[in-house]
């Protein structure tokens, strides 16, 4: 399957909000129903809580921004949770008014050319974000996420690290993350192997009910792979969390 275009990279990102008035959709899977989106939004912020607390991070007061932040979901959990200073920033109009409408500061703009100061955030986080991003213009958000950075800051990612066919996905494998990031004097610190989805790839595709089915099944494995392989790369995982430090 082709990947998206430039322009149809723009358009679809640019719209998506406008399309779909379901704030979890709008964010995860757009044709998906509810229960489908509040799996990946649970395992993703079962995986961040694991690592933050395990590590033992602090981010009260912690200037933390969230780039493509959509609707404002790691806003709230950031702020709510963790009493992090946050502010976000996303290339749709209306997520922004949807986040400023909340109390949010948030901007609209790409993460290829921020309206920060250089060092200005103390930790950064990307939450299968940077996998959307063409191949070409990666390196160029990557480059900027260390500019805002402050030193000793830290990125906070989940991203692809399979060969997804999707045409607005653009995963890497875990060694070329790395190397992207080390590039801009980023270090990784943390990897866990992260959104196993076993019975929803291995269910036959005309299984009835599959979605609701596979979904169900995989709540409980996934939890146990999480644990498994935190502070682990994983093979079969089709994303990784990965902490780089600069």
């Given at each position: 399957m082709n990947k998206l275009n430039h322009k149809q990279y723009d358009n679809y990102w640019h719209s998506i909000h406008k399309k779909t008035a379901d704030d979890m959709a709008a964010v995860c899977f757009p044709e998906k129903p509810l229960y489908f989106?509040?799996?990946f939004d649970r395992i993703q912020k079962h995986a961040i809580n694991s690592y933050l607390r395990k590590e033992h991070m602090l981010l009260t007061g912690k200037r933390l921004l969230d780039i493509g932040c959509g609707r404002g979901r790691w806003?709230?959990?950031?702020?709510?949770?963790?009493?992090?200073?946050v502010t976000g920033i996303d290339l749709s109009s209306k997520a922004?008014?949807?986040?400023?409408?909340?109390?949010?500061?948030?901007?609209e703009g790409s993460i290829t050319q921020m309206p920060f100061e250089t060092g200005h955030f103390d930790f950064i986080n990307s939450t299968t974000v940077l996998?959307?991003?063409?191949y070409d213009i990666k390196d160029k958000a990557i480059e900027e996420i260390s500019r805002v950075l402050k030193v000793r800051?830290?990125?906070i990612l989940i991203e692809s690290t399979w060969d997804d066919p999707s045409p607005h996905v653009y995963g890497l494998p875990l060694?070329?993350?790395e190397e992207t990031f080390n590039k801009y004097n980023m270090h990784l610190v943390h990897k866990?192997?992260?959104?196993?989805?076993?019975?929803r790839r291995k269910l036959p595709t005309l299984t009835p009910f599959r979605d609701y089915l596979s979904i169900y099944m995989d709540?409980?494995?996934?939890?146990i792979l999480m644990r498994l392989f935190y502070g682990k790369k994983s093979d079969f995982a089709l994303q990784h969390v990965m902490v780089f430090e600069k």
């Open positions: 989106n509040l799996f806003l709230s959990f950031y702020q709510d949770k963790y009493g992090a200073d922004v008014q949807v986040c400023n409408e909340q109390g949010f500061n948030v901007f996998l959307h991003l063409p800051g830290k990125v060694s070329k993350w866990s192997g992260h959104c196993f989805n076993i019975f709540y409980p494995l996934e939890y």
